[in-house]
């Protein structure tokens, strides 16, 4: 088998040798962005650039990033569905364009990996008459041309929407048109979703076929590549992002066109290794221990195989949210590496896994990805001791959910407040004899999972909540308050969360003590005095270990490429008061904050601490806005 390590490593020096830089993976935890909790993909972190900023390191950029989709957590279990997971992404800012593109995939995917052509399928735009965005017939000619050279007659199907393919099937096809629900990429989805101004494009997607998989009629009465019974795959999407959509609703042509490209690490490694099995492929080394821990076989019984799926994914998901910062809570992020645990621990009691097992696959998980995530790596001893203690809190609540559950409290209840699954209070009740109304629970969960999803899919990926003049005015000011703390409350308080909307900025930072009336006034007339005297905001781009030495503000957990963008605000000597990594954007001067034409606000200044409170342990949080 070739392994994920082996097929991420050959993908960073495949697209290394062709002009890219390799930059490292960002934290799971995303900076300045209130509209989604976790980073979900490869090109999250990357928006700013794909929407016209300049990467410091040039037009080509090529990475791994890590992923986690809290949306998929129910799915787990099956063969199909994963909630940590890398995303391979290779980038052209205004470089190359869709035929070098094409031709590198199926030059990697084929040549270098050895991917079987014959079980290679593709996807393509069909076209927008209603908005005048043609076919994408150069991309389907392109990918002609490489099957022809593989011998194989690629015939073309237009097959629209993904409904209709259930209708008319394959065909015979290999290269495939669907409409703008399918192969179509923008922020806000669909042509006619998209708001004036901003980019998007067609994309070309890419599949593999499990011809050992027979088609599950249950889906559709026919199969076709975007059909969800298991028989193909989706491994990877390329995006072209040519167009922009104008003040008068029609769309032309962007002067810089961008290559923006994912593939699923994991469904990458499926493929090459023709195995329909995520789980098994990609958690092989997991499921060794589980065998040992457990006595069981993986793969002998349907319901123990889903335990074992579970608790491989939940576990490394944990693993890495865990080194990244996050840690199991009742709340925000933490509720989700809490969730992934206790679901974990439940299955390992089915299995006759005894206590502690969770915290005993921790350095199998690291020690696989230790030469990609070295930092990871070494927090390997504080993810064992947080699971662990997560583990002994579970079984706790598991003693006083079953208490609470003989008292006859709603299901929705011991789910939400005492962590008390759905299927254990299921099986308890059909042992004593009781009716659970599952109808019930399953609307509230409906309700509940609604804002969940909500908060962790977030409005569109990347960014602050916006870009907005309200949102970046206040992205400044959160980086005014960070050195207003630092300055007048604790040289050594460092910034350890944010969240800026465009009604109001949030801030998350280490300090050992509750703000007093006094302080927060202090750096509230700080930080109106630097908006007063209008000081310029700068940013300049400069090596890592320039930026580092003149001590810049840096994101926790991040990492960063040999050349950073560091937003400078300056004093009118053109000393900085405030120098943060970040991506921005800012205004130009900090002059420009000030809403206050109100004669009352005039000498206070606009900016207004709203509440000062505690998070954690040694985390504090101010919410601020510009009035």
Not at 38 to 60: D, E, V
Not at 451 to 461: D, E, N, P, V, Y
Request: hydrophobic share 35%; glycine share 8%.
């Amino acid at each position: 088998m070739m392994d994920s390590n082996e097929i991420r490593s050959r993908f960073l020096k495949f697209f290394e040798s062709r002009g890219h830089k390799i930059i490292p993976s960002s934290s799971l935890v995303p900076n300045n962005d209130p509209t989604t909790l976790f980073t979900g993909s490869g090109m999250q972190p990357m928006l700013p650039y794909l929407l016209g900023q300049p990467y410091p390191l040039g037009k080509r950029i090529v990475d791994s990033q890590k992923c986690f989709r809290a949306v998929d957590i129910d799915e787990v279990g099956d063969n199909r569905h994963t909630t940590f997971f890398e995303m391979l992404g290779n980038w052209s800012l205004g470089d190359f364009f869709k035929k070098e593109q094409i031709e590198w995939m199926f030059e990697f995917l084929i040549e270098e990996i050895g991917l079987n052509p014959n079980n290679f399928y593709v996807t393509a735009f069909i076209g927008d008459e209603k908005n005048n965005i043609p076919k994408d017939a150069e991309a389907g000619g392109i990918w002609k041309e490489l099957f022809a050279k593989k011998g194989i007659d690629a015939k073309e199907v237009e097959i629209g929407s993904e409904e209709n393919g259930y209708k008319v099937g394959l065909q015979g096809g290999r290269i495939f048109y669907y409409d703008v629900k399918k192969n179509w990429w923008s922020r806000s989805g669909v042509p006619d979703k998209m708001p004036s101004g901003e980019p998007g494009g067609p994309d070309s997607e890419m599949f593999y076929e499990f011809t050992e998989v027979e088609h599950n009629k249950t889906f559709g009465e026919y199969c076709h590549p975007n059909c969800d019974c298991g028989r193909f795959l989706e491994i990877g999407n390329n995006v072209f992002m040519e167009y922009k959509k104008n003040e008068d609703g029609t769309f032309s042509k962007l002067p810089q066109k961008n290559i923006d490209f994912g593939g699923g690490l994991e469904r990458i490694a499926m493929a090459i290794n023709n195995s329909s099995d995520i789980i098994y492929t990609n958690h092989k080394f997991i499921i060794d221990s589980l065998e040992r821990f457990s006595g069981k076989k993986y793969g002998t019984n349907e319901e123990e195989t889903k335990y074992f799926r579970i608790i491989a994914d939940h576990v490394k998901a944990a693993t890495f949210l865990i080194a990244d910062g996050v840690y199991p809570s009742n709340t925000d992020k933490g509720y989700f590496v809490r969730r992934l645990l206790r679901r974990a621990i439940l299955c390992a009691d089915k299995l006759d896994i005894q206590n502690d097992g969770m915290s005993l696959l921790v350095d199998g998980i690291l020690e696989s990805y230790k030469d990609i995530y070295k930092e990871e790596y070494s927090k390997k001893d504080l993810v064992k001791k947080e699971i662990t203690e997560e583990e002994v809190k579970f079984r706790k609540t598991l003693i006083q959910g079953l208490k609470e559950f003989e008292k006859g409290v709603d299901p929705f209840i011991l789910f939400t407040t005492y962590g008390f699954p759905i299927e254990l209070t299921l099986e308890i009740a059909k042992e004593k004899g009781k009716t659970i109304d599952l109808e019930d629970f399953k609307k509230k969960m409906e309700e509940h999972q609604k804002l969940s999803q909500t908060a962790s899919a977030g409005m569109f990926k990347g960014g602050l909540a916006n870009h907005n003049e309200k949102t970046i005015k206040l992205h400044t000011a959160h980086h005014l308050l960070l050195a207003g703390l630092q300055a007048l409350v604790d040289k050594n308080i460092k910034q350890r969360g944010s969240n800026i909307t465009e009604e109001r900025l949030r801030i998350d930072f280490l300090c050992d003590h509750k703000l007093t009336d006094e302080e927060k006034k202090k750096v509230e007339d700080w930080v109106n005095d630097k908006i007063k005297l209008g000081l310029n905001v700068v940013r300049r781009e400069m090596p890592l270990v320039e930026a580092e030495k003149l001590g810049a503000e840096m994101e926790f957990g991040a990492k960063y490429p040999e050349v950073v963008s560091i937003y400078f605000i300056e004093d009118k000597d053109g000393h900085p008061i405030s120098k943060e990594f970040c991506g921005g954007p800012h205004v130009k001067n900090t002059a420009e904050l000030d809403f206050s034409s109100r004669e009352s606000l005039r000498d206070e200044g606009p900016f207004k601490i709203q509440k000062e409170e505690a998070v954690a342990q040694g985390i504090r949080r101010i919410k601020a806005l510009l009035l």
